[in-house]
């Protein structure tokens, strides 16, 4: 019965060292050409990117108006900031190419040396918006009797800065194809295939000189905006960027 056993068990292994070498066989070339293949780096391949930029009109004026007032109780309070808001409300209702809506409200208690409350006081806002900047103008001029100026800003609508993004690309790529035929010519290819490219548009930046003139209009409430109002411009930028395989 040992016997029967142990040649069981030698034959057992006889038969699994030869399956285990093979196995470790096949497994080599395989593992051998995976390393090969992650160190393997494509000869003539060129990283490049280019960017295009505009100036472009701010077509979008937003004014702000606002109106302040102290009272001796929340409700009375609220009942006045109301009326403000839907007397200027109803000046801004049917003005042709200006948008109007409510901005921020807010009651607030004020209180004596000794923490006790001895007044209440309140703000309430209207915000204009309008691609017409003399219209907006006027608007605003009409309601300074009610409401007064506190903030005026420009800024670039999504029409206007898709419609810049869009011409921008066109230059973008027509520069990134340029340098690649630029720069396979110069290391002695004759033509260039495109691995990859990435089209990004950046963000609009305002130019800081026209945000400053609305902080110092904002610093004189009760002064009215003027009658003509001059928009800034804004930089709106793609970036192209990506690699070729030169030929």
């Given at each position: 019965?040992?016997?029967?056993?142990?040649?069981?068990l030698?034959?057992?292994?006889?038969?699994?060292?030869p399956?285990?070498?093979?196995?470790?066989t096949?497994?080599?070339?395989?593992?051998?050409?995976?390393?090969?293949?992650?160190?393997?780096?494509?000869?003539?391949?060129?990283?490049?990117?280019?960017?295009?930029?505009?100036?472009v009109?701010q077509?979008?004026?937003?004014?702000?108006?606002?109106?302040?007032?102290?009272?001796?109780?929340?409700?009375?309070?609220?009942?006045?900031?109301?009326?403000?808001?839907?007397?200027?409300?109803?000046k801004?209702?049917?003005?042709?190419?200006?948008?109007?809506?409510s901005?921020?409200?807010?009651?607030?208690?004020?209180?004596?040396?000794?923490?006790?409350?001895?007044?209440?006081?309140?703000?309430?806002?209207?915000?204009?918006?309008?691609?017409?900047?003399?219209?907006?103008?006027?608007l605003?001029?009409?309601?300074?009797?009610?409401m007064?100026?506190?903030?005026?800003?420009?800024?670039?609508?999504?029409?206007?800065?898709?419609a810049?993004?869009?011409?921008?690309?066109?230059?973008?790529?027509?520069?990134?194809?340029?340098?690649?035929?630029?720069?396979?010519?110069?290391?002695?290819y004759?033509?260039?295939?495109?691995?990859?490219?990435?089209?990004g548009?950046?963000?609009?930046?305002?130019?800081?000189?026209?945000?400053?003139?609305?902080?110092?209009m904002?610093?004189?409430?009760?002064?009215?905006?003027?009658m003509?109002?001059?928009?800034?411009?804004s930089?709106?930028?793609v970036?192209?960027s990506?690699?070729?395989?030169?030929?």
């Amino acid at each position: 019965m040992k016997k029967k056993i142990t040649g069981t068990l030698a034959a057992a292994l006889t038969i699994a060292v030869p399956l285990a070498l093979m196995f470790a066989t096949t497994l080599a070339p395989r593992t051998a050409f995976a390393q090969s293949d992650a160190r393997f780096q494509p000869a003539g391949v060129l990283s490049l990117s280019a960017q295009a930029s505009a100036e472009v009109p701010q077509d979008v004026v937003t004014i702000t108006l606002f109106y302040e007032q102290e009272a001796s109780d929340p409700a009375s309070l609220t009942a006045t900031l109301n009326q403000r808001t839907d007397a200027a409300m109803q000046k801004a209702r049917g003005v042709p190419g200006v948008s109007a809506r409510s901005g921020q409200f807010s009651i607030f208690p004020s209180t004596d040396r000794d923490g006790r409350i001895s007044a209440w006081r309140g703000r309430t806002e209207v915000v204009l918006e309008s691609h017409d900047f003399t219209a907006a103008s006027k608007l605003a001029g009409d309601i300074a009797s009610i409401m007064q100026v506190g903030n005026v800003q420009f800024s670039l609508s999504p029409e206007a800065q898709r419609a810049a993004e869009k011409k921008l690309s066109g230059e973008a790529i027509s520069s990134f194809r340029d340098q690649a035929t630029a720069a396979a010519r110069a290391f002695g290819y004759s033509s260039y295939t495109i691995r990859e490219v990435n089209v990004g548009h950046m963000g609009v930046m305002p130019r800081p000189v026209m945000m400053m003139n609305a902080r110092a209009m904002a610093a004189d409430a009760k002064v009215a905006p003027p009658m003509s109002l001059e928009g800034g411009t804004s930089t709106v930028t793609v970036n192209v960027s990506g690699s070729v395989q030169m030929r």
